[in-house]
């Protein structure tokens, strides 16, 4: 199978909160016809740009399965920072709105 078909990783290394086990966190990039464009120009950089756009076709960034893993309580913050891939977007995942401080709850 071609890397231009799809792609997806799971990290499922990460400890659950409460210790009794572990749990995967997600991401799932689809192979249209962007995604495709983007790997034969080698900008490869752009690709968390798509994906964060493209929810609509079941794309999920590492960063929202985490986010979407602590909110629910099964990883701690400290956990979801580690495995992220850009602290920033966490935060603002976690915090929609930063001066509140307070945890979007799903």
């Given at each position: 199978m071609s890397i231009l078909y799809?792609?997806?990783?799971?990290?499922?290394?990460?400890?659950?909160?409460?210790?009794?086990?572990?749990?995967?966190?997600?991401?799932?990039?689809?192979?249209?016809?962007?995604?495709?464009?983007l790997i034969r120009e080698g900008k490869i950089y752009q690709l968390p740009n798509i994906i964060r756009?493209?929810?609509?076709?079941?794309?999920?960034?590492?960063?929202?399965?985490?986010?979407?893993?602590?909110?629910e309580q099964v990883i701690t913050y400290e956990t979801a920072l580690t495995f992220c891939r850009d602290s920033d977007e966490l935060k603002k995942l976690i915090y929609p709105n930063a001066q509140e401080k307070k945890p979007r709850r799903s």
């Open positions: 799809g792609l997806s990783d799971i990290y499922g290394n990460i400890a659950r909160a409460d210790g009794s086990g572990r749990v995967a966190a997600v991401e799932v990039m689809i192979a249209n016809p962007p995604v495709r464009s756009t493209h929810h609509d076709i079941g794309m999920v960034s590492l960063d929202e399965s985490l986010a979407e893993l602590y909110l």
